[in-house]
């Protein structure tokens, strides 16, 4: 029997912090690293980076602030992705807005990531994006050759469906072992297309992006009245808040989503670590299914 790679394949938090907005959040290296310590402190040690985010910036602002104490380096654990070619002052020679798996692109944006993030591996790599010129052999020979220089520990993919997971899984010796896709009370299209059965089928972990919907779930105007009824009614009767229900309502899953959370608040990253103590009833779990849907179940 297959047993879940749980919660990440390696030794990291269920929750992830997630970088993509760093470059917003306007702090110093000084406050950056604070924030990073604190995460620390609260029990998320896994960090979810992109080569792309803040206009492929994030990463080396978060390399910037771990050069300030690298000791901290051994207490994270590290996913960044690519796979995405963005057009940017920063990048000019991009011309287009593209995907690109080529084993070259792989190498160099890793190499490119880690001198970033200053530092000498990555726990987890992942395919930002399925492209439809993917060449599974071609990801292979990168994924085969980052493994075994010692770069990338892990691998996986992102917003890949089923069948684009298994077209790469069969080229590769190592399993992929996380698919991350957009998971909320408000996002529901991955629990109904088979992507969290073949998750639970192959023991890979499902991560949740966007796990509030993008704030929309703390908006009367993003969510509908009988949603917005249903979390603050169950977040009432466990003495919790709106956040923590959803973070629990994914984590009650049986495929181990493992969410990613985008603020740079350290209240909201608090908050959401204290979900992993609350335990939903699967009545609560179908009443936010049922308000999301709007009509009952079948």
């Not at 469906?161 to 190592?174: A, W």
């Not at 089928?201 to 992006?209: G, I, L």
Request: aromatic share 8%; net charge negative; proline share 5%.
């Amino acid at each position: 029997m297959a047993h879940q790679y749980h919660p990440l394949g390696f030794e990291g938090s269920r929750i992830a912090q997630g970088y993509w907005r760093l470059s917003e959040w306007g702090m110093s290296d000084q406050e950056l690293l604070g924030f990073i310590e604190q995460c620390i402190a609260a029990g998320i040690t896994t960090v979810d980076h992109a080569d792309i985010y803040g206009d492929y910036e994030c990463e080396s602002l978060f390399g910037r602030a771990l050069k300030l104490k690298p000791s901290l380096r051994d207490e994270l654990q590290i996913i960044t992705k690519c796979g995405i070619k963005l057009p940017s002052n920063n990048r000019p020679d991009i011309a287009t807005h593209r995907y690109d798996h080529s084993t070259q692109h792989i190498l160099q944006s890793v190499d490119q990531s880690l001198q970033n993030l200053n530092v000498e591996h990555i726990e987890l790599l992942l395919l930002h994006r399925p492209s439809p010129l993917m060449d599974a052999d071609h990801v292979a020979e990168a994924f085969e050759h980052l493994y075994t220089v010692g770069k990338v520990r892990h691998f996986g993919v992102s917003n890949f469906t089923p069948q684009q997971f298994d077209l790469l899984q069969s080229r590769l010796e190592m399993p992929l072992i996380v698919n991350q896709v957009e998971l909320s009370p408000l996002e529901l299209k991955h629990f109904n297309d088979g992507t969290l059965e073949h998750a639970q089928q192959h023991a890979v972990t499902p991560m949740a992006w966007s796990p509030f919907a993008g704030g929309d779930l703390f908006k009367l105007s993003g969510i509908s009245p009988t949603l917005h009824q249903a979390l603050t009614t169950i977040a009432e009767a466990h003495d919790a808040s709106i956040d923590q229900i959803a973070l629990a309502w994914l984590l009650h899953h049986p495929s181990g989503i493992a969410p990613v959370l985008g603020s740079g608040k350290i209240e909201r990253v608090q908050s959401a670590q204290k979900a992993l103590e609350l335990n939903l009833s699967d009545d609560e779990w179908f009443t936010i299914w049922v308000a999301s849907q709007g009509h009952p179940v079948p």
